[in-house]
């Protein structure tokens, strides 16, 4: 089936500098790709999606960059703040499908 | 906003034990899942319904079932729990496709058992 990964499994950042978080999916036909961010003891909630005819999407303070040649979607966070302390993990969905594929997530650390 | 909502946030629960863990949406949504994340392994599909009465068997579906009798409520029932069952369960919420609307999955704030 699908996997869908990521590469550094926590990253610790300063408060004020720029995060940014990677994943690696594995099925090329994957057409939607969601970031989500879950704090402790709390459910995962939507940060930020993009689908696949997009390149970039920006939100407020955050990026999601697309690269269909190398299956690779990253997350930048800009001027990060304790409040973005959090694990962050990403999902791919198929387009006609109901079902998504997540990653095992990164943990971010703001350090102030 | 949509709105997810778990019956219980946390719950210990003896070997053996019939448990319900019942999960409610309010924005008509079709499709609801009840997935498990344990440490190291993500969330994990364990059953989803796209309507009313109808399931489909996730990733890892042994020692679970599920029951829809109404589009808000989507109830996973672990027949015997074991020890191998304590986990964070999250159930989730999708309106399915939307055109060019957001078609995230809504999730609920999870419910941790424990199985002793």
């Known amino acids: 089936g699908e996997s869908v990964g990521l590469h550094l499994p926590t990253l610790s950042v300063q408060e004020g500098d720029n995060s940014i978080i990677n994943c690696a999916y594995s099925n090329s036909a994957s057409d939607y790709f969601i970031w989500y961010k879950q704090e402790s003891g709390k459910g995962p909630q939507f940060i930020i999606d993009i689908r696949s005819n997009m390149d970039k999407r920006q939100g407020q303070r955050v990026t999601v960059l697309l690269n269909k040649t190398v299956k690779h979607l990253s997350l930048q966070i800009a001027a990060t703040q304790p409040g973005d302390s959090a694990v962050y993990f990403c999902a791919e969905n198929l387009y006609n499908f109901n079902k998504f594929y997540f990653g095992s997530g990164t943990k971010l650390n703001v350090k102030p | 906003d949509v709105k997810v909502t778990q019956s219980s946030r946390y719950l210990v629960k003896r070997t053996g034990e019939k448990v319900f863990l019942e999960c409610v949406q309010d924005m008509d949504h079709e499709n609801m899942f009840w997935y498990r994340q344990d440490p190291g392994l993500g969330l994990r599909l364990i059953y989803f319904s796209y309507d009313v009465k109808m399931k489909e068997k996730g990733d890892i579906p042994e020692g679970y079932s599920v029951s829809r009798e109404k589009k808000e409520r989507f109830s996973l029932i672990l027949e015997s729990a074991s020890t191998n069952q304590t986990s964070m369960y999250l159930c989730?919420?999708?309106?399915?496709?939307?055109?060019?609307?957001?078609?995230?999955?809504?999730f609920g704030p999870g419910t941790r058992l424990t199985v002793l």
């Open positions: 989730a919420s999708y309106r399915g496709l939307a055109g060019g609307a957001t078609d995230t999955q809504y």
